[in-house]
C-alpha cells in the first residue's frame, strides 16, 4: 500500500494568483498522477509526472497552466498558475502500486 | 486516449436489493478495470478489481463482470445496506499507457432504509 499526504488540504485564492500543491508518498514510485475532480464530476487526469523527465499532460491541460515537479520519487509540485474561478476544484495526487491509491486531495476555491 | 462511459448517473435502491452499474471503455490494450467508492467529503477507496485475463470476481456482496469482446464491465452490489451509499466510479487502465487511469463518469447509488 502507499501512504499519500497533500499540502495544503484547502485554500481559497484570488483571481490571477498561482498555488503550489504539493504531494508526498511514503515509498518510492515512478510515476506520480494529478487528478482534477470538480464538484460532483469525475476524475480527471492532468497529467503524469514521471521523475526524471518532462512530465506528460493530457489533452486539455498544458504546462504554462499547471507546471509539475518530480524532483525525486516520493514528491512531486502541481503549480495551479493564473487562477480563474474554473479552477474551482479538488486536486488529488496519485500513484499506483499494483493498486492506485490517491492523496486526501486540496480543496481549491479562486475568488 | 481511453473513453469510459458510466451508466446510470443516478440510482436509487430499496435496502436488500440489488444494484448494478455499467461501464464500456473504448481502448482495447486497456486491460484493468477498478471499482472505487467515494464518500462525500473523502478520497476515492478502491472496492474491487478485476483484470482482463478473468470474467468474473467476487468478494462477499459485490461482484465485477468483464466482457473483453463488447469493451464492457460491471458492479453488482447484492443485498444493499444503507452505507452502501456513495458515488462509484469505474476506470480502466492499461500498463501498456503507463499506468494512467481514466475514470468514468460515476454513479450516485442512495440505499433507501
Known amino acids: 500500500s502507499a501512504v499519500i499526504s497533500q499540502k495544503p488540504s484547502r485554500d481559497i485564492c484570488q483571481r490571477g494568483t498561482s498555488l503550489t500543491i504539493q504531494c508526498q508518498v511514503d515509498?518510492?514510485?515512478?510515476?506520480m498522477f494529478w487528478y482534477r475532480q470538480q464538484p460532483g464530476q469525475s476524475l480527471t487526469l492532468i497529467a503524469t509526472?514521471?521523475?526524471?523527465?518532462?512530465?506528460?499532460?493530457e489533452s486539455g491541460f498544458v504546462i504554462d497552466k499547471f507546471p509539475i515537479s518530480r524532483p525525486n520519487l516520493t514528491f512531486s509540485t502541481l503549480t495551479v498558475s493564473n487562477m480563474s474561478p474554473e479552477d474551482s476544484s479538488i486536486y488529488l495526487c496519485s500513484v499506483s502500486i499494483d493498486e492506485q491509491f490517491f492523496g486526501p486531495g486540496t480543496r481549491l476555491t479562486v475568488l | 486516449g481511453e473513453n469510459v462511459e458510466q451508466h446510470p448517473s443516478t440510482l436509487s435502491v430499496q435496502e436488500g436489493d440489488s444494484a448494478v452499474i455499467k461501464c464500456t471503455y473504448s481502448?482495447?490494450?486497456?486491460?484493468?478495470f477498478p471499482w472505487y467508492k467515494q464518500e462525500l467529503g473523502k478520497r476515492p477507496q478502491l472496492i474491487i478489481d478485476?483484470?482482463?485475463?478473468?470474467g468474473e470476481k467476487k468478494d462477499q456482496r459485490i461482484a465485477v463482470t468483464l466482457n473483453k469482446t463488447a469493451k464492457h464491465f460491471s458492479l453488482h452490489i447484492t443485498e444493499t445496506q444503507p452505507e452502501d451509499s456513495a458515488v462509484y466510479f469505474c476506470a480502466a487502465s492499461s500498463r501498456n499507457t503507463g499506468n494512467q487511469f481514466y475514470f468514468g463518469t460515476g454513479t450516485s447509488l442512495t440505499v433507501i432504509p
Open positions: 515509498s518510492q514510485v515512478t510515476m
Open positions: 481502448d482495447s490494450a486497456s486491460n484493468y
Open positions: 478485476i483484470r482482463s485475463n478473468v
Open positions: 509526472a514521471n521523475q526524471g523527465s518532462e512530465a506528460t499532460y
